[in-house]
């Protein structure tokens, strides 16, 4: 089945540590985002890639970083300078092909210990 | 002012009311729209994209109104199931972000 997949469900970091979050589609979606919510609050864009080997930061990129070595793989590091990190991360793909539509991952629960 | 606004709920209603969901954007370069519902603690899907004429999908209505910059969906016959948040979402063609309101919470009692 086509479809995005997000890994862990669940991620427990302690302070001062870096993790990474994963990202896969077989979509063959061109473009990858990866959001954050917080309860209660609407999505905010992270970081997002329109191309292989290409990334832009969105709205609150600070304390997060990126890479897009493959067109199915978009990965999330939470760096220690993101010093609030407990939130509900969610990536999406989307293509012109679709219709620009985004399509999303199940998203990873990140809490800090 | 946000990029894009909604009501700020939560709306109650008994099952089989009709309720209607409204959402404001700013940038008038917006093209493309839609409405994504969000279960709790789950990823938003997919509800509806919203067209220029607007369209109707069986209990679901969307309709665009680019003079007002105002998008609204009407759910008819509201189901026990349909609890959810419903998310609005605009895009434009010059970027490639999609922009995010930030939901209307919606319960459907027995």
């Known amino acids: 089945d086509g479809g995005i997949t997000q890994s862990p469900k669940y991620l427990f970091r302690k302070e001062g540590q870096n993790v990474t979050l994963s990202c896969e589609q077989n979509?063959?979606?061109?473009?990858m985002y990866w959001y954050r919510q917080d309860p209660g609050q609407g999505l905010r864009l992270i970081y997002y890639s329109q191309i292989v080997n290409d990334f832009q930061k969105g709205d609150i990129a600070e304390g997060y970083s990126v890479s897009r070595e493959k067109k199915e793989s978009f990965p999330l590091t939470v760096t220690s300078a993101q010093k609030n990190p407990t939130a509900f991360y969610l990536c999406?793909?989307?293509?012109?092909?679709?219709?620009?539509?985004?399509?999303f991952g199940p998203g990873t629960r990140l809490l800090v210990l | 002012r946000k990029e894009v606004e909604q009501d700020p709920g939560p709306f109650n209603v008994p099952e089989g009311a009709t309720v209607a969901f409204n959402c404001t954007y700013s940038?008038?370069?917006?093209?493309?729209f839609f409405w994504y519902r969000q279960d709790c603690r789950k990823e938003p899907k997919l509800l509806m994209s919203v067209y220029s004429s607007g369209n109707e999908d069986g209990r679901f209505t969307a309709q665009l109104n680019r003079a007002s910059q105002y998008i609204s969906l009407l759910i008819r016959d509201s189901k026990l199931s349909d609890s959810a948040t419903y998310l609005c979402?605009?895009?434009?063609?010059?970027?490639?972000?999609?922009?995010f309101g930030p939901g209307t919470r919606l319960s459907v009692l027995p």
């Open positions: 979509l063959n979606h061109d473009a």
């Open positions: 979402v605009v895009k434009d063609n010059y970027g490639q972000n999609f922009v």
């Open positions: 999406a793909s989307s293509s012109r092909a679709s219709g620009e539509t985004q399509y």
């Open positions: 940038n008038s370069a917006s093209q493309s």
